[in-house]
């Protein structure tokens, strides 16, 4: 899927770059060019010829560089070279919008997101709660919206053979929404596409948010799944 959304990424890319240095811009244009035309390679050497240097002093460029640096490992499958391709460009600018392709791809949302919250600011409202097992110091504990959570995809797909117990832990935000860096695998003896399967599904899932005197909280929660085929 993620070779098929290059297109469509760089169409926009190619439109969204802003002036700056020519010298800069000629790098940027010839590498969109090279990842429209799939030579990823190429299109990574040119712009490490920006990231990587020490003595380019135009941020803009610099930010393009390594926004266009995630997208090009992201469609390698290198995703944590991804994820700190745009922890950098998000430390440098930190109000960068999330690139118009996570519409068309959760998991690269999921990505950029991750590294979103690996830059944002912790203040004292970014307390975190704990619900594992039990809830501790909340009026209003945390509740998924809808009921159960986490269908396992790959059972319903035919694995109908799998079996394995996993726990996974994640962070709820104020806005009842999973907070992409925060999901861990604790122990899990699943099969790994069915743990991936639960993986994207708590990322889905949406919550009403614990309270604290009426105020929304982070909580960190933690979901577990036993599946003992018959």
Known sequence: MRSSLVLSACAFLMSAGVAAQQAGEDVLTSARLQMQARNLDSATALL??????????????????????????????????????????????????????ARLDSVFGALFDSARVATAPRTSLDTVYTCTPRCRGLDVE???????????????EGSRD??????????????????????????????PEIERNMVQGLLAARYNPGRVHGRAVRVLIEHSIDINPR
């Open 48 to 101: 490490r010829r920006i990231t990587d240097s020490t003595s380019w002093n135009d941020t803009l460029r610099r930010v393009d560089a390594l926004v266009l640096l995630g997208i090009v490992r992201y469609f390698q499958g290198a995703d944590s070279a991804s994820r700190e391709a745009f922890v950098q460009a998000l430390t440098l600018t930190p109000a960068l919008p999330v690139p118009p392709m």
């Open 142 to 156: 945390p509740e998924a919206v809808g009921g159960g959570l986490l269908v396992p995809v790959g059972v319903a």
């Open 162 to 191: 799998a079996h394995g117990s996993a726990l996974l832990r994640a962070i709820v935000d104020t806005l009842g929404r999973v907070e992409p860096g925060s999901v861990v695998v604790v122990h899990s003896t699943l099969p």
